[in-house]
C-alpha cells in the first residue's frame, strides 16, 4: 500500500482534503497528515494544500525545520507525483506578488498576481463554481469531459512563464491557468475537494499518475 502525506503546515482544509483523499484512494494507498521531514521525504504521493496569502503560506513552510528539503527530495530527487492545492499550487511559482515580492518554491516557472477582470461584473475574489476550458490530454484530467465544474476561491492567479505548464484553463473576466503540470508536479486552482464527483475523479487520476 501507498503512503499519500497530505502535509500539515498550518494552511488548508486537512480534515476535508484528508478525507476527500481517502474516499479516491480506497484501499489502494494510506493518507498521511503530516510535517515530519521524515514521513515527507519517504512518501509516495504528496498532497499540499493552501488557504490565504501567498507569502503567509510559503513562510509557514520555511518555519517547519527540514520539510521543504524533504519535500525536494520526494519530489525533485526520487519523482514522487506532487499536488498543489489552491495556495498550495501558487507557491510553485517562483514568486509571489502578493503584499509585495516573496520567492516561491520555484518548482514552474512563473509568478503569482492578483486577478484583474477586464468586465466589473466578475468579483475578486473568483468565489464559487466555473467550468474548465482548454483542457490538455494530460492524464490527471483524464474522464472529466471537455468543461468540467469544479470550486473556486481565490484573489491572485499563477501566471506560468511557459504556456506548456498550463492543462487546463478557467475565464472569469479574463483567462488563466486552473491547472499546471511540469514533469511530476503539478497543482490546482481549484478545490478538488469541495468539487464534488469531478474533483474526486481528479483526485483518484491524481492517485494512479505515473508521470
Not at 136 to 144: F, P, R
Amino acid at each position: 500500500m501507498s503512503n499519500v502525506v497530505l502535509i500539515d503546515y498550518g494552511s488548508g482544509n486537512l480534515p476535508s482534503a484528508r478525507k476527500a483523499l481517502a474516499v479516491a484512494a480506497g484501499d489502494a494507498a494510506r493518507v498521511v497528515v503530516s510535517d515530519d521531514p521524515e514521513i515527507v521525504a519517504s512518501a509516495d504521493r504528496i498532497v499540499l494544500p493552501g488557504v490565504g496569502a501567498f507569502t503567509a503560506c510559503m513562510k509557514a513552510l520555511e518555519a517547519r525545520p527540514g520539510l521543504i528539503e524533504a519535500m525536494n527530495e520526494a519530489v525533485r530527487t526520487r519523482g514522487a507525483p506532487f499536488l498543489g492545492v489552491c495556495v498550495g499550487m501558487q507557491l510553485l511559482a517562483t514568486r509571489g506578488l502578493e503584499f509585495g515580492e516573496y520567492p516561491g518554491l520555484d518548482w514552474i516557472a512563473g509568478e503569482v498576481s492578483v486577478l484583474k477582470p477586464s468586465d466589473a461584473g466578475f468579483k475578486v475574489p473568483h468565489m464559487g463554481w466555473n467550468a474548465l476550458s482548454d483542457i490538455s490530454d494530460h492524464a490527471l484530467l483524464a474522464g472529466l469531459g471537455e468543461a468540467p465544474h469544479m470550486y473556486f476561491t481565490h484573489s491572485y492567479a499563477f501566471l506560468p512563464s511557459d504556456r506548456a505548464d498550463v492543462i487546463a484553463g478557467v475565464d472569469h473576466g479574463g483567462a488563466f491557468a486552473a491547472m499546471v503540470a511540469h514533469g511530476n508536479v503539478a497543482g490546482a486552482q481549484f478545490h478538488p475537494e469541495k468539487s464534488q464527483a469531478a474533483g474526486l475523479r481528479l483526485l483518484s487520476n491524481f492517485l494512479g499518475w505515473k508521470p
